[in-house]
């Protein structure tokens, strides 16, 4: 696939990238340039893979797929604090379907970045439509809500998410010719549907924790637009 030049190239190359990162004063742009060199190499090798008809996956691939993962990290933990270095290494996981290695990014991101609502709910919304888990998604939402209680965006989303829950529910009902339940027409608020009256909006009584305020209590109209506007 490489000629004996183009080795010696790649091995010089990853000597100066290797170099930079050792340095004491690493920047980002020094693991960003890494990567990058990485990432072309590795199209490199698949194109030249395709045009000679090798189909099986080598040993030159994972290595450039190793480097490129193990550059993500040694970023992320120099700057953990950086958000866009975790979005960085979250969108490279995505794009190469990494589902193992996405998990744990999402969860270590979490626990540099709780004040980060985008980093709460992207997680929420990978595990809700790329993993089709609901419950998971509902977990990341309360558990960012307890370090972004204020954040409207966070509120908006979690709604969203409850919504299209239901009607995948009712979408299911109707495949499966099941009846839907009319039984019980009285108006309940949108936290019954997942809290089942253990909120003070549906029991009367102040929630145990005093973590989940109900939806119900928006401050403003405009507010309940905003959320209203945002499933659609």
């Known amino acids: 696939i490489l000629n004996e030049g183009q080795i010696k190239k790649v091995v010089k190359q990853r000597e100066q990238h290797e170099y930079r990162l050792r340095r004491r004063t ?21 194109i030249q893979k395709r045009k000679l008809g090798i189909k099986k996956k080598g040993v030159i ?9 193990f550059a993500y990290d040694r970023m992320c933990k120099r700057f953990q604090g950086d958000s866009q ?20 990014v999402y969860g270590r991101a979490l626990q540099m970045l ?17 993993n089709g888990n609901p419950q998971a998604a509902r977990t ?8 972004n209680r204020t954040d409207k965006a966070m509120w908006i989303h979690y709604f969203k998410m ?26 309940i608020c949108f936290s019954q549907i997942h809290c089942r009256g253990r909120h003070s909006c549906c029991s009367g009584e102040p929630p145990a924790n005093g973590l989940h305020t109900c939806p119900t209590l928006m401050p403003s109209a405009n ?5 209203v506007s945002g499933c659609r």
């Open 61 to 69: 691939d994972s290595g450039c797929e190793q480097r490129i993962s």
């Open 26 to 46: 690493t920047l980002k742009s020094d693991f960003l340039a890494c990567i990058e060199y990485e990432k072309k190499l590795l199209d490199y090798i698949r």
């Open 85 to 104: 270095c975790w979005f960085a290494w979250i969108s490279h996981c995505k794009d190469s379907k990494s589902d193992k290695t996405l998990s744990k």
């Open 114 to 130: 709780p004040r980060n609502p985008q980093m709460w709910i992207s997680a929420a919304d990978w595990e809700f439509t790329s």
């Open 162 to 187: 409850e919504i299209l829950y239901v009607v995948k529910l009712a979408e299911r009902r109707k495949i499966l010719g099941l009846t839907m339940p009319h039984e019980n027409k009285k108006r």
């Open 140 to 147: 990341l939402f309360q558990r960012g809500l307890r370090f």
């Open 223 to 227: 507010f309940a637009v905003l959320c």
